[in-house]
């Protein structure tokens, strides 16, 4: 089969494609699917300036695709052109193209969507009649400012790539999601998407976050972090969600530079390296970032789809995107959780807010004063809720009304609890306070919108890990030389980063040497990664290397590092059935508010939940 496949080229000369085959060729770069023909379409109409986009799909888009704009239009004499391979209003020079800002530059969309489809292209600019060109023949139209391309039949000139595609609702949803992935990058421009004469997509012109509103799954939306943060290099805003907004696959995953969708692995390690504390597993995080940056330190002409870029300053990159996501992920002193709903300290009215819930929607723990003892009645007096007893932790919690008679033994150490809150910190107290435990696990707080329970074991151990992290942070990294050094082979490409990363590699406490072209010898590592280095250290210092070729920061010693702090965190937080007094509750309250990512623990569930009051009326029929 492949002698007979080599022998049919024998002999053949070499002779120059004819302009139809050639355009063919490049349509196969360009236009793969429905969506590919959708894409190109709608980032012309948005290059020509325009504010409102209908697009018209039929047939999930093989039969045909209609995208009319308000934009600037094309004149008649520039019709032909528009057709033509490699012609564009978009770059002049090298200059503009090493710079280009504009999301379309080829020159060859058009061309190459008309060698496998039929299109017609009708355009009119201000104070001029409106145009129409099709197969070559430019003939006279109506219609109002702008432009409107119809292609039809799709791949019926080349019938055996036809047969690629899939069915009509697999590619009309290729198609829609295509759009509302342009759609989110651009929210002052108003989209409608119209199938088989029925509106399915109807987005007026709004800001950004209306738009994100409108387009991001609803787990999404009540569970993000906002992120807005600006350097030299660039702007980075947008949303990341929460740990428990994560999915199995990566579909939720948008990121764009300068208003254009990319894939870019630097920028996913990025990302997804700033979920390390709080996502475990293979769960994907969702996202929806813009990166605003000058143009000429991105090079877009890297793929034919444009999706794919090179970054001139790949690592200052990372770092930023890295740091920003982290930050924005840490955000959780004032946050629900369960709803992603952030009551920012910036906003004077909501820290008045806070604070004004903080000293009056917590009744204070009533003084229990020697000698005396509460009657039933006190116990039930709900109106009064100063009149409301504490009750000892230590003791069973009561099931039945009798259970709650108290005498006087039970109440002579309550005073000194009463006033022990007064030491704690001052200010917002978004969890309110400790009013019981239960289940031996949860513990049970009160705050200004309902009921909060909390998962004191999981709370306390990021609490723990947080301060382990910090702590090792800010001393210096203790080295264990290896008794017997470790020499290993590695790739030629991982002995270049070596001797190009000498210095970043001794910053991770790895002391390494060359022994030969491609031998390394590990002499020493961090002192807490003792055994892990003498089980897998050459795998870790390969992995290291990889890491520094691809991003040109290596995450994976702290990765290890972080590993042993979270085990250790674990074997210290408190136990599941251990009793807590109403003061050590209220202090893992207190801490968890001031620790960065309290609302997740080390394997990225759930730490505390709130239940309105709302909620809890619900479970009784109340107001029914």
Known sequence: MNNTAKNIYTGRGIRELSDQLVSQIAAGEVVDRPASVVKELVENAIDAGSTSIEVRLDGGG??????????????????????????????????????????????????????????????????SDAFSIMDGEISPASGTRGTRIEVSDLFYKTPARRKFLKSESTELAHCLTCIER??????????????????????????????????????FRDAHRAVDASVPIGHLYGWVGLPTAARARADNQYFYINGRFVRDKVLSHAVRQAYNDVLHGQSQPSYCLFLDMDPKRVDVNVHPT???????????????????????????????????????????????????????????????HKGTARSLEAFLDFASPGSRPHSSSAKPFPT??????????????????????????????????????????????????GMVLVDMHAAHERILYERLKKSFDERNMPIQAQLIPLVFTVTAEQMAVFEESREELERLGLELSAVGPTQLSLRGAPQFLDTQMAQSGPTIVRDVLDDIRQFGKSAVMTEKRNEVLARMACHAAVRVNRILTIEEMDAILRQMEQTDRADECNHGRPTWIQLSAKELDSFFMRGK
């Open 400 to 449: 039945t009304i009798a259970a709650m008679r108290v005498d006087r033994t039970e109440t002579q150490g309550l005073s000194a609890v009463h006033h022990s809150d007064q030491s704690l910190p001052q200010g917002p107290q978004p969890l309110g306070r400790a009013v019981g435990q239960v289940c031996g696990t949860f513990i049970i707080a009160e705050n200004a919108q």
């Open 182 to 219: 342009i759609a989110l990058a651009y929210p002052n421009i108003a989209f409608s998407v119209i199938v088989n004469g029925k509106s399915v997509i109807n987005l007026p012109a709004s800001g950004t976050e209306e738009r994100l509103s409108r387009l991001m799954p609803k787990d």
């Open 306 to 368: 444009k999706s794919e870029v090179r970054l001139r300053d790949s690592q200052a990159i990372h770092q930023f995107v890295f740091h920003a996501v982290e930050e924005a992920l840490a955000r959780t002193t004032i946050v629900d959780p369960s709803s992603g709903e952030i009551v920012e300290q910036k906003d004077p009215s909501a820290v008045n807010r806070l604070e004004h819930t903080a000293r009056t929607d917590f009744p204070p723990q009533p003084a229990a």
């Open 62 to 127: 093989i039969k045909r695709v209609s995208v009319a704009d308000d934009g600037c239009g094309i004149p008649r004499e520039e019709l032909t052109l528009a057709v033509k391979r490699h012609a564009t209003s978009k770059v002049r020079d090298l200059d503009e193209l090493e710079s280009v800002a504009s999301l379309g530059f080829r020159g060859e969309a058009l061309a190459s969507i008309a060698s496998v489809a039929d299109l017609k292209l009708t355009s009119r600019v201000e104070g």
